[in-house]
């Protein structure tokens, strides 16, 4: 790519700073929107919506029962307009001190493996909201939370009764994840609950003391587009006051101590030996610049009696972390305990100041520290990329995998943490785009203290892998011996047609049977005991089919070329009825573009045609109820190959894959050329934009939470390493606002008003709208009160349902 000069860049920066003005000034000059009741479509697309969902599945740590979580129907928009606190980076319910918008499941059911038979958990509070849910490591007990209007509240089931009751006074808080974690004696667990005799929450003092003041001093400090930030002092005071708790060790008879002083603690986890905690708790500064997971950090070891017996690292306020996909803050990261050991710290530093751009042939140690925590740390691993994660296993095994964003490579490591001195061994050396060579992920299972270690063979020679096996015939899930010694594996089974079939756990201790999820095109998910010896199969689960009423819909794989000679892939569907050869049909495509480094990669195959037919309310699925087709997921890579980068040909890319889909499903006869529609959610919102401004394929477009203006993300998007700065014409050719004045089609967008995702500000519509709108194109905005990126109210999800069958009737189906 030419670079460019500084008068060139000055000029594009003149032109977006115009370009936004005139936004800004059509908001100001645009007619009163209409305030509308919600909506609701057709039938057949309310009984998607309502349809009953699947439950969740747990397996217990002995392996002898599933635990069957209900989960509940869409919530109301009354449930979703309950007050909410949008501040550092979290969204809070300050009745309960949780998550605002988190799910929960409704009832709890056991499933005897063995003798098939289901015990419903009793003891339940009416209606209850269960989160949290947790297995004691000896699988006596079920551990989880339950949300009132006011509270979160520990309860505890006892397995062998299937009798559930509640386990303290003290309230929970949940604003951190799960809020407790069970010590390894199965007796107790570690609980964050609110400090006693909290008082009552700060108020807001509606005349201010002073400007809000922020200062840049020279440092570099760029940032990402964060959304729900501090705002100012009584913002900070809120987050102050809603996010600190106390430990404390709570007993499953409900005995109760608390450990320690109160903090803005993030995390707590008992050693495997359950005699230290180790805690990681936030203080001030903080910032109004990035979330609550940069702000300063201290991280260290409690004794069981809530007393600091070693400090790890006190991290500074982290706002200047680099930018790139591979940058990370300094200081200890990803710390946690061993899983194999009684009680030995593993974190990570990075050795390159956390900065991508740094040249450094170690970027990452990965360190080991065993109680008393006294001495220097213990080099585990000397890693050339950025550290990615490790997986512990028995009798001094673990694997470390590291990984680099811009090559797209990963490589996992055999390290012996009881000889830190070996050498480390290279087991896979991969690219992470090349699904066909993907030796697939360890198996694990926890151990006596309930952490996840590596499942291995008798003689601990091997491990085992399961991956979902893709190829050229689609996605074959699989399950591997892999001997550590000679790196060969043999195949234990395999998925194949007409079913689908994935590896969930080993069923019984000697590794003999499997636990897997099977499925067909027209047979739901359910759960099966796979004899391998035998080849023996039982059906455990007997979840019905959610939308009878499209059972009869069909699916095909499709696999066409675009015209660089890039392998691409789609699925099509076609609605209930509809025959094949009888004539054209209008077409809904639903996409979402990616970044690829290798065009090998780009144009592997991806799916399988033996998959259930799972239709999601917010996808494109539902509208086969209504007489369309849909091609969905086809593949739009953008390739930057070598020194190359993707987005530099994102438009001439994103154009080729559109037109190669409309030649497909149009060679086929199913689909008519001037009755097919785009859209997509999110990244596929831009790409809808975009495809609307640079082609003329589509007879209209559906946007839905999308970023138009990439001038508004300046610190980089999606896969896009490169500031504004250092690629503005990237950035203005990319952006559909900057192009709003070639949209002829029209498109609809839907946004919600609380979108909190990185970049997709709701301002990103509502500015490209007006543009649209003051170049005379035919445009509809629909904003959706209380909803953020995805949309979860049953109202918002039924009207947004009615806002895409309208436009596609008008638009598509009845153009003419």
């Not at 007990?141 to 009132?148: E, K, Q, R, W």
């Not at 797209?408 to 090349?434: C, H, M, Y």
Request: proline share 8%; glycine share 8%; net charge negative.
């Amino acid at each position: 790519m030419r670079s460019i000069t500084r008068s060139e860049r000055r000029r594009f920066g003149v032109l977006c700073a115009v370009l936004l003005i005139g936004a800004v000034s059509s908001v100001y000059a645009q007619a009163p929107a209409t305030e509308a009741t919600y909506r609701v479509p057709s039938q057949a697309l309310v009984n998607i919506v309502d349809a009953a969902p699947t439950p969740a599945v747990s397996v217990s740590p002995d392996r002898s029962r599933l635990l069957l979580m209900a989960r509940p129907a869409l919530p109301t928009i009354e449930e979703l307009s309950q007050p909410e606190l949008r501040i550092a980076g979290i969204r809070i319910n300050p009745r309960t001190n949780g998550p605002s918008r988190s799910g929960h499941y409704t009832g709890l059911t056991l499933l005897d493996l063995e003798s098939n038979e289901k015990t419903a958990i009793a003891g339940l509070p009416a209606e209850p909201k269960i989160s949290s849910v947790s297995w004691s490591p000896d699988g006596a007990h079920i551990a989880f939370a339950v949300s009132d209007k006011d509270h979160i509240q520990l309860w505890i089931a006892d397995v062998a009764t299937a009798k559930a009751g509640r386990s303290t006074a003290a309230e929970l808080n949940g604003l951190f994840g799960q809020p407790f974690t069970w010590f390894p004696d199965s007796k107790s667990l570690l609980v964050r609950v609110i400090p006693a005799d909290r008082p009552a929450p700060p108020s807001e003092n509606l005349v201010p003391s002073g400007p809000i003041i922020q200062e840049a001093l020279g440092k570099t400090a760029a940032a990402r587009t964060y959304q729900d930030l501090l705002e100012d002092t009584h913002d900070e005071a809120l987050f102050e006051y809603y996010a600190t708790s106390q430990l404390a060790r709570i007993n499953v008879n409900g005995e109760m101590r608390r450990l320690g002083p109160p903090g803005i603690i993030r995390r707590a986890t008992p050693s495997p030996d359950g005699r230290n905690l180790l805690v990681e708790s936030y203080s001030r500064p903080f910032s109004y610049l990035v979330p609550h997971y940069r702000f300063p950090l201290s991280i260290g070891v409690w004794d069981r009696d809530g007393k600091v017996a070693f400090s790890l690292a006190e991290l500074p306020l982290a706002e200047d972390v680099p930018i790139g996909r591979s940058a990370t803050r300094t200081g200890p990261r990803s710390v946690s305990w061993r899983a194999d050991a009684p009680a030995t710290l593993a974190w990570v530093e990075a050795q390159d100041r956390g900065d991508p751009r740094v040249e450094a042939e170690v970027r990452d140690h990965v360190l080991l520290l065993e109680a008393p925590f006294q001495g220097e740390p213990l080099v585990l691993a000397r890693l050339a990329s950025r550290f990615a994660g490790m997986t512990w296993g028995t009798d001094d095994l673990a694997l470390v995998s590291e990984y680099w964003w811009s090559t797209r490579r990963s490589k996992t490591w055999i390290v012996q943490p009881g000889r830190v001195d070996a050498t480390q061994e290279l087991l896979f050396d991969r690219s992470i785009e090349d699904r066909y060579n993907d030796p697939g992920s360890p198996v694990t299972e926890p151990n006596k203290t309930g952490h996840r270690v590596l499942v291995t063979s008798e003689d601990g020679d091997a491990i085992f892998l399961a991956g979902a096996g893709a190829s050229p015939e689609g996605d074959r899930p699989f399950l591997d011996r892999l001997n550590l010694e000679s790196k060969h594996s043999t195949r234990l089974w395999r998925s194949s047609g007409p079913n689908y079939e994935s590896f969930v756990a080993f069923a019984d201790a000697d590794r003999n049977t499997l636990l897997t999820r099977r499925e067909s095109p027209k047979d739901p998910p359910n759960y099966f005991l796979r004899d391998l010896a035998g080849g023996s199969l039982a059906k455990v689960t007997e979840f019905p089919h959610p939308y009878p009423q499209l059972r009869d819909v069909e699916k095909e794989i499709l696999r066409y070329e675009r015209k660089d000679g890039t392998m691409l892939t789609a699925t099509l569907y076609l609605p209930p009825g509809y025959k094949r050869g009888s004539g054209p049909i209008p077409v809904l495509m639903w996409a979402y573009p990616r970044e690829y480094k290798s065009a090998e990669a780009a144009g592997q195959m991806r799916g399988s045609p033996y998959r259930f037919n799972a239709i999601s309310p917010r996808g494109a699925l539902p509208h086969l109820a209504e007489g369309y087709a849909v091609l969905d997921g086809p593949t739009m890579p953008i390739i930057g190959e070598g020194d190359a980068e993707p987005n530099d040909s994102y438009i001439e890319q994103l154009v080729a894959s559109a037109e190669a889909a409309v030649d497909e499903v149009v060679l086929l006869g199913v689909g008519d050329p001037e009755r097919i529609a785009i859209g997509g959610h999110s990244y596929g919102a831009f790409m809808t934009a975009n495809l609307l401004a640079h082609s003329d394929l589509f007879a209209a477009g559906i946007a839905r939470s999308g970023a138009y203006n990439r001038t508004l993300t300046p610190f980089g998007f999606q896969a896009e390493e490169r500031t504004y700065w250092e690629a503005p014409e990237v950035y203005f050719e990319m952006s559909p606002f900057m192009h709003a004045d070639d949209v002829k089609e029209p498109i609809l967008l839907i946004h919600g008003q609380l979108d909190n995702n990185s970049g997709t500000f709701p301002i990103q519509s509502e500015r490209y709208f007006n543009a649209l709108r003051g170049h005379g194109a035919t445009a509809r905005l629909v904003m959706l009160p209380a909803e953020s990126h995805g949309y979860a109210a049953r109202e918002s999800v039924l009207h947004m349902l009615w806002e895409q069958s309208e436009w596609l009737s008008k638009y598509v189906k009845n153009k003419d």
